[in-house]
């Protein structure tokens, strides 16, 4: 078979007609595509804010610790209001904790012997 | 197929009118379901794969830049959801369109010998090593145009015609065993 022979070959492919209702039919997915609401999009900001909160808060807490054995008046005032944050923050959060176990525990107390006569024999 | 008609469609696309696109579908639907069936040689499968590269074009079409024709993009997004479709399912059997159907008497031998052996060569392209076949069938589709193929696979043109020379070196080497193999058709 020649070069010739091959380029005649395949140049003259069949041709397909498409279906009727092909139009139709891409025109139904294009629509519903349309009509679709917008995907959400991802939330970098928050995510990006949120990394550099973290960020901010590990370096913080590393230089606190590094800069404790050479202290100037700078670093023990910041290592204070560090300690002092974090002695608030560690206080609200086992508050916070106690009160919210407490709740729960009742709740699940309650919820029960709730469960339990509404379970049990009719006499 | 007029160029004017395809960006005015496509503005009163991104203009928020949708049924536009409808414009753009019946104008290129024919070209690109041909291409599609040169990728699979399955007419249900072109027309899915068609429609497929529609949804994806009308999803693109923010992205379009005026310094392409449209056809031109047009066609690099279909030959690109084709072979990305190919790649997840390849052809492998006979679609039911390419069984032959008993043929009256009388037909002329050296007519169906012919149409035998043209059926052989187009097959055998789709066996060829992807990059080969997909410069192949780009290559004549586009009416054996170099620049167009290779504007629709987005490669320079130079590697265009290398891939076109070796497909067609490959094709050469391989086709006198698969003519010669392929079943010889009875004529009464």
């Known amino acids: 078979m020649t070069p010739d022979d091959l380029d005649r070959i395949l140049s003259t492919d069949d041709r397909i007609v498409p279906a009727s209702g092909f139009t139709s039919s891409v025109m139904e997915q294009v629509r519903r595509e349309a009509s679709a609401p917008p995907p959400i999009p991802f939330p970098w900001v928050r995510l990006v804010s949120g990394i550099a909160v973290i960020l901010g808060l590990a370096l913080g807490f590393a230089w606190s610790g590094l800069a404790a054995p050479v202290a100037t008046d700078v670093v023990a005032l910041s290592q204070a209001v560090w300690s002092t944050a974090l002695a608030w923050t560690a206080d609200a959060a086992i508050g916070t904790g106690a009160v919210c176990a407490t709740g729960a525990l009742l709740l699940t107390l309650a919820s029960s012997i709730f469960s339990m006569r509404l379970a049990s024999p009719r006499v | ?188």
């Not at chain 2, 690109?80 to 479709?85: F, G, I, M």
């Not at chain 2, 006979?94 to 097959?123: H, M, N, S």
């Open chain 2, 1 to 188: 197929m007029s160029v004017s008609e395809d960006e005015a469609d496509v503005e009163r696309v991104l203009g928020g009118e949708v049924s536009a696109f409808e414009g753009i579908v019946r104008r290129w639907q024919s070209p690109l379901v041909n291409l599609a069936y040169r990728f699979c040689r399955d007419r249900g499968r072109a027309e899915e794969m068609a429609q497929e590269a529609f949804l994806r074009v009308y999803r693109a079409l923010p992205t379009w830049r005026r310094d392409a024709v449209f056809s031109t993009w047009l066609f690099a997004v279909a030959t690109n959801v084709y072979r990305t479709e190919l790649r997840r399912v390849p052809t492998g059997m006979i679609p039911l369109d390419d069984i032959r159907e008993p043929r009256a008497p009388g037909v002329a031998g050296a007519a169906l010998e012919d149409e035998d052996r043209d059926r052989t060569v187009r097959r055998a392209l789709l066996a060829l090593p992807t990059k080969y076949r997909d410069a192949m069938i780009l290559f004549y589709f586009h009416d054996m145009d170099i620049p167009a193929a290779a504007r629709s696979l987005g490669l320079p043109e130079g590697t265009v015609k290398t891939r076109l020379s070796r497909g067609r070196e490959i094709m050469r080497g391989k086709l006198p065993r698969l003519l010669a193999a392929r079943p010889v058709e009875q004529t009464p």
